[in-house]
């Protein structure tokens, strides 16, 4: 092997060594530039829709309702000695309808269409005919 030849191979390897692994980190940093300028671009636009239109609603499932804090018994207008052997007026804390399926098995008639029992979870248990 002559001297032009051994430069040569030396040239090669510096190349292969030092410039390929440059080249290709200046690729790589180029297509993630790209990326990001993408990614501005496409919120961007975003927020322009959203100064256009008004911002997405939330969906429906995770929207909260208010609580009602007022009592079947007052709602259903009962009488106050009906109201003293009422099982849930003893445990406030608790839906009326869970206190009577509680401790009557069952749920009357009446507690489906109740707006007390409709906010509630909705159980499948059987309905007193």
Request: charged share 20%.
């Amino acid at each position: 092997m002559n001297e032009l030849e051994g430069i040569g191979v030396l040239v090669a390897l510096f190349a292969l060594r030092c410039i390929a692994p440059l080249a290709l980190t200046m690729a790589f940093a180029y297509l993630m530039n790209r990326l990001v300028d993408r990614w501005r671009a496409e919120d961007e636009l975003l927020l322009q829709k959203e100064a256009i239109t008004g911002p997405e609603p939330e969906p429906a499932s995770n929207l909260k309702l208010p609580v009602v804090t007022v009592p079947c018994w007052i709602l259903r207008n009962c009488e106050e000695t009906k109201q003293e052997d009422c099982p849930a007026k003893k445990q406030s804390g608790v839906p009326c309808w869970l206190v009577r399926l509680t401790h009557e098995g069952q749920l009357p008639k009446s507690c489906p269409t109740c707006p007390i029992y409709a906010r509630g979870e909705e159980i499948p248990v059987p309905v007193i005919a």
